[in-house]
């Protein structure tokens, strides 16, 4: 039995943690986003539920996609990691674009949620990514030194 089961379900479970670590805070700051329009508007509440939609789209699509490319080489995720990010700032302005003279909207509030909703979810994130404890190294593997192979030389 090969270990890539084992390490592509660990790898799962890796994301599923991130992102149950960021989504659960980010709808939280969201609501209170929401509801801290409500005391403004009902225009600010929308927008403020926009902007938090579109946060908490774009932060879980990223994560999707580093799953779904964990085990591609190195050059292909950056590739693809790249076309996501294009995608995402392609979206966001267009959705920009479309929405600036929508009077609905308030441009304040969907900012102001993005930002918050982007802080929460970018610092629980790292929180969760911390806790995973993913060594930068393999500690047991095969490229540790092996001292008591070697023979001491005699440099007489």
Do not use: H, N
Not at 29 to 36: D, F, G, S, T
Not at 70 to 99: H, N, R, S, W
């Amino acid at each position: 039995m090969s270990a890539t089961p084992a390490r592509t379900a660990s790898q799962s479970d890796a994301f599923a943690q991130l992102l149950r670590g960021s989504l659960l805070p980010t709808v939280v700051a969201a609501l209170a986003c929401i509801v801290v329009g409500l005391f403004s508007s009902p225009k600010a509440a929308w927008s403020a539920a926009l902007g938090a939609a579109l946060v908490i789209f774009f932060f879980s699509l990223t994560l999707l996609v580093m799953k779904r490319t964990a085990d591609l080489p190195p050059t292909t995720v950056m590739i693809v990691v790249m076309l996501t990010y294009t995608f995402k700032v392609v979206v966001l302005g267009v959705a920009m674009f479309l929405l600036r003279d929508v009077s609905w909207v308030s441009g304040y509030a969907v900012g102001l949620a993005i930002t918050v909703c982007a802080l929460v979810w970018l610092f629980f994130e790292m929180r969760a990514y911390k806790r995973l404890r993913i060594f930068a190294y393999d500690p047991d593997g095969a490229a540790a030194l092996d001292t008591t192979s070697r023979e001491p030389r005699d440099e007489s």
